[in-house]
């Protein structure tokens, strides 16, 4: 079983930036990828960002690319997303996940993959 809290989210400016973190616990270990998605009012939840735990690497949403890096510490055990640019588009419910590491590569996009979810944090940016 794997914990995960988001955290970092807010209300932010268009052409602000923000950093959002996501604590993972219990038996977290290099087999999880980890993903970032969000969900806008009326809209699916979509795929931003992910990265292996181990192995560094990184896939975005047109969306995002060049706007939004995610990272990890994994001596904290944490995953984080740096939005900068950020626009009212933007504006979701961002959620990080968890995902195999065996089936990262062929379905880092889809959330039906994901099998850990964090709560949610809310960013709001206003134009």
């Known amino acids: 079983q794997v914990q995960l809290v988001e955290s970092g989210g807010g209300l932010v400016q268009a052409g602000d ?25 009326g809209k699916e939840r ?11 690497r990184t896939d975005y949403a047109d969306s995002v ?10 001596a904290k055990n944490t995953v984080y997303l740096q939005m900068n640019s950020l626009k009212p588009e933007d504006t979701a419910v961002y959620y990080c996940a968890a995902i195999p ?17 964090g709560q949610g944090t809310q960013v709001t940016v206003s134009s």
Do not use: H
Not at 20 to 31: D, K, M
Not at 65 to 74: L, P
């Open 65 to 74: 690319k060049g706007r939004f890096t995610i990272f990890r510490d994994n």
């Open 17 to 41: 930036s923000l950093r959002l973190s996501c604590a993972a616990s219990g038996r977290t270990n290099s087999n999880y990828a980890m993903g970032w998605f969000r969900q806008a009012p």
């Open 101 to 117: 590491n065996t089936v990262y590569s062929s379905s880092y996009y889809s959330e039906r993959r994901y099998v850990y979810w």
């Open 46 to 56: 979509e795929f931003a960002a992910g990265i292996r735990w181990s192995g560094g």
